[in-house]
């Protein structure tokens, strides 16, 4: 289904801005695969008649994620350990600094589009590209994989380096345009 013309403002109330860790290392199996939404963010997606035209930004709260699931690990995770483990987020891995994307350019792909753009992350702009659908229900959906050193992070790692998140990290966002 293709995206409809017009300009959406998209936000938590719409959907869900979700990153998803994997773990590796000597000591992975003491760890969990983390999915965590991001509760502050906007996005605004501006789109004419021709894909050419569209428009799409995207800003985040980098002191905003809150982990919903962990998997794997010797154990589930608790309330505390959830909560520490935002607060190092926020602390060492993301230092609450704003996230930012803007399209540079947008093309017709299928029945969604195809968006390259710049990615501000820890401080550093890069090119990012990820494709955008949209299903029969409105749903707009997209994913795009982030290498954290790409950006200058050092992926975090814990127990002399035996437990570490993997670089590459699953960014997704899944909203309903609304009307």
């Known amino acids: 289904m293709a995206i409809p013309a017009g300009r959406y403002a998209l936000g938590p109330d719409d959907g ?27 996005a605004v997606l501006v789109v004419g008649d021709d894909p050419a035209d569209a428009v799409i930004e995207i800003s985040a709260d980098g002191g905003s994620l809150r982990v ?4 794997g690990g010797v154990q589930s995770l608790s309330d505390d350990q959830k ?5 190092t987020v926020d602390n060492e891995v993301l230092k609450g600094e704003q996230i930012s994307f803007e399209s540079k350019s947008v093309r017709a ?19 990012l590209g990820f494709d955008v659908a949209m299903t029969g229900d409105g749903t707009l959906g997209a994913t ?29 966002i899944d909203a309903r345009l609304g009307a």
Do not use: C
């Open 144 to 172: 795009a994989v982030i290498k954290q050193t790409d950006w200058g992070m050092k992926p975090y790692s814990t127990l002399f380096g035996a437990l570490k998140v993997v670089d590459e990290v699953e960014v997704s």
């Open 68 to 71: 919903q699931e962990g998997s």
């Open 83 to 87: 909560a520490e483990i935002e607060q």
């Open 16 to 42: 869900t801005l979700s990153v998803r860790t994997q773990r590796t290392g000597a000591a992975a199996m003491a760890g969990h695969n983390l999915l965590f939404h991001v509760t502050s963010w906007e």
């Open 109 to 127: 792909a299928g029945d969604g589009l195809r968006v390259e753009g710049d990615l501000t992350l820890h401080g550093t702009t890069r090119p």
